[in-house]
């Protein structure tokens, strides 16, 4: 009600206002307030719903929701759940409705004001809270406006970090990370050499150096799909030599040096 023109109803009205203040038996013989009447001085709330009200508009009307005035009623503004209860949908037993949805314009929202939104988020998309909760990492204390700050929308990784060589793209850190548990790192097995080489020099040198077959293999093809994982010279050998040499010298690389740095 910043601004308005003032017509010879409105003019009235603010006559008898403050009068019936004051006066219960004048409030009580005033005219009822008609949805039609809101117009005469609320031209900013009716502007927005009609450009954003969606179900506020289509579905109800002004006074569903505004069912007392001042100075007649004094509980001129309803509780969402006097229309969204509850029980059933636990999204509508999420603190603070107004913190993020404006009446007049529900669906224009706006985190800013909340101070957590995470709760309001899981109740709708309980997937992610659940990794959040059964992954800790750091980004599990971080509230979830923290990377969304629109609803729908998201931040990339390189808005917030450095990647671990130059020429990372986001597509490329969601191949070993997954934002919502991003310690649990795993990878299917088309990650290029250089990604683990980049914190793994070492073994990358050996490997590029190595003249047998092993120097063809990704590191993935032997690290299969999860980090950390060291497999076994059995698992894809089994036991090529006979038992004798294999009970006196139970380590292959007594022999044959290291996986990286094989001799054959
Ligand atoms: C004649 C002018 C006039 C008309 C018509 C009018 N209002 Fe108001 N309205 C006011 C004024 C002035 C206030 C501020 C009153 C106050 O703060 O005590 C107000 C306050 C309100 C408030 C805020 C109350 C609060 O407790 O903060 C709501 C909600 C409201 N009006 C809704 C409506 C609706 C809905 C209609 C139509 C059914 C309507 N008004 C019709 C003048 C009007
Ligand atoms: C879904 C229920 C709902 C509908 C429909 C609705 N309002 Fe409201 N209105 C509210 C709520 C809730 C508030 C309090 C907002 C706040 O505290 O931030 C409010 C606040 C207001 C206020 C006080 C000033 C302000 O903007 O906060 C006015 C005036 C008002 N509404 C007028 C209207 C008019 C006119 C219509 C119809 C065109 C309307 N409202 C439709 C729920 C509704
Ligand atoms: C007088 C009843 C009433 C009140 C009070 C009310 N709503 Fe609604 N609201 C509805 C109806 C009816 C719909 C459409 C059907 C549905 O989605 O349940 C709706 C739909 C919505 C939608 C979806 C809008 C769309 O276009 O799809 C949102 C968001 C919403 N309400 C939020 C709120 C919030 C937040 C409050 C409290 C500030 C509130 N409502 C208070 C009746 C109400
Ligand atoms: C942390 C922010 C947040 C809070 C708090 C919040 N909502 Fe929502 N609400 C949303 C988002 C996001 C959507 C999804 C909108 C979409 O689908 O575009 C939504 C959708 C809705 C819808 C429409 C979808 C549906 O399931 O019918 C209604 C109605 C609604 N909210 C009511 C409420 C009510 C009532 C409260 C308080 C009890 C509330 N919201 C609290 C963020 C919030
Ligand atoms: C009332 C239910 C509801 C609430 C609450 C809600 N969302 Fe949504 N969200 C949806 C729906 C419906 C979609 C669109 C369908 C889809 O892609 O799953 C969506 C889509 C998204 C998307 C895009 C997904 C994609 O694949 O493109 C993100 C990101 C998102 N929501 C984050 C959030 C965050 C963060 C919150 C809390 C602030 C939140 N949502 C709260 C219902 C909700
Ligand atoms: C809004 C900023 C933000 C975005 C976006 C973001 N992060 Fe983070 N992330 C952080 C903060 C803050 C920390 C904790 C401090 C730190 O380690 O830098 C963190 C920590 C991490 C950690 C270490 C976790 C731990 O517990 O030690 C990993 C791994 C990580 N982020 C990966 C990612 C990936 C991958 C993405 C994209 C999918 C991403 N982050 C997107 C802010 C962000
Ligand atoms: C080849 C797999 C791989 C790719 C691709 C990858 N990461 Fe990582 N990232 C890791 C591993 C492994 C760790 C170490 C986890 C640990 O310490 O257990 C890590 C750790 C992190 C950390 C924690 C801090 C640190 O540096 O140790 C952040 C932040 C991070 N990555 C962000 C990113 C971002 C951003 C991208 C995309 C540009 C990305 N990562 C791409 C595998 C990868
Ligand atoms: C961001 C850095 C980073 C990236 C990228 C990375 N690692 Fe690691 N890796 C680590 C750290 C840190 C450790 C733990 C070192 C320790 O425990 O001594 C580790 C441990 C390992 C181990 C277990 C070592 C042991 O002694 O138990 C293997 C195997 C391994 N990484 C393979 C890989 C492979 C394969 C890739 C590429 C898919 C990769 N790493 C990418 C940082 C990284
Ligand atoms: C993930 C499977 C895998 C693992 C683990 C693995 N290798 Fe291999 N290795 C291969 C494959 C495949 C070849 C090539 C076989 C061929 O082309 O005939 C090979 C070749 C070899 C060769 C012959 C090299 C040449 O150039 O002729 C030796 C020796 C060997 N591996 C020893 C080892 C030892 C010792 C270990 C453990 C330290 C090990 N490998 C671990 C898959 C693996
Ligand atoms: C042919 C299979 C194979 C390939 C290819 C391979 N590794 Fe390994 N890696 C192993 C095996 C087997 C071990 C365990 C060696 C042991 O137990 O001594 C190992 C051990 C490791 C370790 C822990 C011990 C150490 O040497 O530091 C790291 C880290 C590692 N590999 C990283 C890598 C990286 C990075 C690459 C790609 C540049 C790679 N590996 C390629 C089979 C392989
Ligand atoms: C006592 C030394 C010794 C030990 C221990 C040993 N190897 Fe070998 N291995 C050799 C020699 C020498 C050759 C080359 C023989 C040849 O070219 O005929 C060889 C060849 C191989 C080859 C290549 C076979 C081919 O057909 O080209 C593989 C694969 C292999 N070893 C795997 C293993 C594995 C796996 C282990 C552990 C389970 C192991 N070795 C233990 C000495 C050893």
Redesign the pocket.
Known sequence: ?KSFFITS??LV??VL?PFAAGAVASAAAAPE???S??Q???SS?IAEIEAAGGQHRDAIG??D??QE???RG?N??PECSLCHESGGNPHFSSPDCLNCHRPHSPLNIDFARASQVRPACMTCHPNQGQELLNYPSNHSVLDSKECHQQHGQFLTCLECHEPHQDSQSYANCLECHRPHMPLKVAYDNNVPVSFCASCHPGPAVLLSENRTKHHQFNCVYCHKFQHKVIPKCRTCHGQPHFDELHETYPQCIHCHIGPHNLVN
């Open positions: 009600m109803s409105l009205s603010l206002l307030l008609l949805p009447d809101c005469k001085c609320h709330q002004c006074t929701c505004h005035h001042p100075p004094a001129a503004i």
